[in-house]
């Protein structure tokens, strides 16, 4: 039996647990992490990685699962879970991001990691709870790495810094960060927010840093008590000899050509690779390629940290803050609803936005219940954009990802529902890729919605905010601005960064090293802002605001609100009056159970038709409200008129006309258009009509009155004989 081992502390409003020994020991690490009523396991395994993989083999795998909700799958067919949902693989990415700089560099395992949601309480999210899980796993384990890390949400609620807000708060939330932090510094930052200023940014990740202390004292605990001895390894070496022979070659050879343009794509570090391995490897073998990738990877990270850091020149020519050069262009496409490319130096993305019908919004089933998105975003990065053939499958991590990021970037200024309601899909397709392709989405996105005519708040803009540190002395360093490929891979930060003029609404971090101070952040933030402004001068000057009238190809969309209790009388028995509106107009119509219509048609008129009819269904006509409707049924004693549409009202005989009529057919026919009034809305909710108009009733009214005082008159001038023959009697 293996001895448990279990500590906690109070952070945020709850109480964190870390418990080990009972669960899952066969892996190398295994935690099970508790907070509120939200119970994570994280298992890490590593075993020998064939010698053939070229990379280092870490995959991170963050399990869903539909009964730690207590929910099974609204499927009639499936209800075990199947692939990750997208939440979850933003999970993975965002733990992968943080724990991957903290293994060595020259490791050779291949370590799998395994987070299981058991159970959430609706309230405190597991994301958060799952990194910290991954990094005591990890800690504890005999797995060489360099933790641990702590895992904090921090979110701006009314202007206070919230640790681990609930569910409820963090619906209030103006700024919510996750951070990954060691004791001094960030390793990993996941932020959103509605327009926030950069100081407030700021003070969220000093937070996440200092009270993320108290976790990594709690890993440090457990570790004491729990932990494994760290397994040595021997890394791979190349002989002395051929390595320096490498390394002569790739600086004479390779990187005499690494200046310009053509080293900044992704295509670059393939090709080069064919060109080193063809020598190197060829039929002697006198290296391999894993060696090889490495050896020219430390070439070109050292060959770049000189030139910036020391010639303050990027391989491109730029200055540190400078940004490629700018190309906007919109309505590119004649029949998609909104369109737009953005370019940054040989970065190029066509975003389309397309509108829907609110009933077109996305159903996402989670452990948590569901919910409906009503936008969108999705990213597409296709081989060509690279300059490789390969073969296409579903969108993979890197695009979910960063489809994703783009989408919290945008999703701030997109207008409310009541303001516009559509659906609203953005579509970014990766042209070429050079470097910030998920920021040029940003850009292009906001581009295509103001073409498409989506009255948005603010354009939104993105960048990418690098970072170059010299190997030996970490205080020297340079952040530069729009990192390109290069810049990327063999930098030590990627910082992106989107917002409008007002603020920042999305931020991604994740770094090589195994943190980076705040003040360097900081400096990122400031250095973000001033591009972001520049872009978005470019943006407004390829149009200056959304455009006033939506596509023509686009759907015209009619909201209604109806009371709850009419929702049946506007479906009608057995569906009947809704899909005779449907049947005659053309239009789609949905109804939720908050009473909301919603109906749309490409054909406005057809739109305009079905919400009149609806409306006309749930009106309740007034005393005196006028009308003009056709006669749908003729009855012994009156006709019925229809006065809006499905509503009708009775004309009684004796409302027909100001003479006395002897049959109704005398007066109307079916099918035939009368102007009637509401008389009056009886006990039972009938509604009784007349067409006798006002001026008529009128009238008549005072011709009965003028022919009863005549009447009274003549009675008067005949005395009581007058009288008495009126009584049928005589006087006495």
């Not at 009972?22 to 190398?28: F, K, P, R, S």
Request: proline share 4%.
């Amino acid at each position: 039996m293996q001895k448990v081992v279990k500590k906690e502390i109070a952070l945020g409003n709850n109480k964190l647990t870390l418990e080990t020994g009972e669960l899952a020991y066969q892996a190398n690490g295994s935690v099970l992490a508790t907070y509120g009523e939200t119970v994570v396991l994280a298992t890490v395994v590593a075993q020998d990685a064939p010698q053939s993989v070229d990379y280092f083999p870490l995959s991170v795998e963050y399990e869903e699962k539909l009964y730690a909700g207590g929910k099974i799958s609204t499927s009639r067919f499936i209800k075990r879970e199947t692939r990750p949902t997208e939440q979850a693989v933003l999970t993975s990415r965002l733990i992968d991001r943080s724990i991957r700089p903290l293994f060595p560099k020259d490791y050779q395992a291949e370590i799998q990691v395994i987070v299981t949601v058991l159970s959430v309480d609706g309230q405190n999210a597991p994301d958060v709870i799952a990194l910290i899980a991954t990094s005591a796993a990890l800690s504890i384990s005999d797995i060489p790495w360099n933790g641990p890390l702590s895992g904090l949400r921090v979110a701006m609620v009314k202007d206070a810094m919230i640790v681990n807000p609930t569910q409820s708060e963090r619906e209030l939330a103006k700024l919510q960060t996750i951070v990954a932090s060691n004791r001094k510094d960030v390793a990993m930052i996941e932020a959103e927010g509605d327009e926030v200023e950069e100081k407030h940014i700021a003070q969220a990740m000093d937070m996440a840093v200092k009270e993320g202390n108290k976790v990594i004292d709690l890993i440090e605990e457990l570790t004491k008590t729990a932990g494994k001895q760290k397994t040595k390894y021997e890394p791979q070496k190349a002989d002395a000899a051929v390595e320096k022979e490498v390394k002569e070659f790739i600086k004479a050879e390779i990187m005499k050509d690494f200046q310009g343009s053509a080293s900044q794509d992704e295509g670059w570090f393939g090709d080069t690779m064919k060109v080193l391995e063809e020598k190197f490897i060829g039929e002697e073998g006198k290296i391999s390629g894993k060696i090889l990738a490495t050896i020219l990877e430390d070439e070109v990270a050292e060959f770049l940290r000189h030139e910036i850091l020391v010639n303050k020149k990027r391989p491109d020519g730029r200055k540190p803050d400078d940004i490629r050069e700018l190309t906007t262009k919109i309505g590119l496409l004649p029949r998609t609803h909104g369109s737009a490319i953005f370019q940054r130096g040989d970065t190029q993305v066509l975003s389309i936005a397309t509108l829907g019908s609110p009933a077109l919004g996305q159903l996402i089933e989670g452990m948590e219940g569901e919910e409906t998105r009503r936008y969108m975003h999705h990213y597409n990065f296709p081989p060509f954009s690279v300059g490789e053939a390969r073969r296409r499958g579903a969108p993979g991590r890197r695009e979910i990802g960063h489809g994703a990021l783009a989408e919290k970037a945008v999703r701030p200024v997109i207008p409310a529902n009541d303001v516009f309601p559509y659906t609203i899909r953005i579509v970014s397709e990766v042209l070429s890729s050079a470097g910030s392709t998920s920021q040029a989405s940003v850009c292009g996105s906001t581009l295509a919605l103001m073409d498409a005519g989506v009255p948005i708040k603010e354009p939104v803009a993105g960048i990418s905010i690098g970072l170059i540190t010299d190997n030996k002395d970490k205080s020297k360093y340079v952040t530069i601005v729009d990192i390109a490929y290069q810049e990327d891979a063999q930098g030590d930060m990627d910082f992106k960064v989107a917002g409008t003029k007002n603020g920042v609404t999305a931020i991604q971090m994740d770094t090589k090293l195994e943190g980076v101070p705040v003040k360097i952040l900081e400096e990122a933030l400031e250095k973000a802002k001033v591009a972001r402004f520049k872009i978005l001068e470019k943006i407004l000057e390829t149009i200056p605001q959304s455009r006033k009238e939506i596509s023509k190809h686009a759907p015209k969309v009619i909201l209604i609100k109806i009371d709850p209790t009419k929702i049946g009388e506007v479906i009608g028995s057995g569906g009947r009056t809704i899909n005779k509106i449907i049947a005659e107009t053309g239009a789609s119509i949905d109804i939720n159970d908050e009473g909301t219509v919603m109906i749309s048609s490409r054909d406005p008129e057809a739109c305009q038709k079905a919400a009149q009819w609806v409306e006309g269904i749930v009106k309740l006509p007034e005393p005196g409200e006028e009308y003009e409707g056709p006669v749908k049924r003729i009855l012994p004693f009156g006709a019925m008129v229809e006065i809006l549409p499905g509503k009708e009202g009775l004309v009684h005989i004796s409302k027909m006309a100001t003479h006395r009529v002897e049959k109704v057919e005398d007066v109307v026919k079916i099918g035939q258009i009368v102007k009637v009034y509401v008389a009056e809305i009886d006990d039972q909710g009938r509604v009784n009509l007349s067409m006798i108009t006002k001026e008529e009733a009128q009238n008549r009214q005072g011709e009965s009155s003028e022919n009863r005082d005549r009447f009274s008159s003549r009675d008067q001038g005949q005395g009581d004989r007058g009288r008495d023959r009126r009584r049928g009697g005589k006087r006495f």
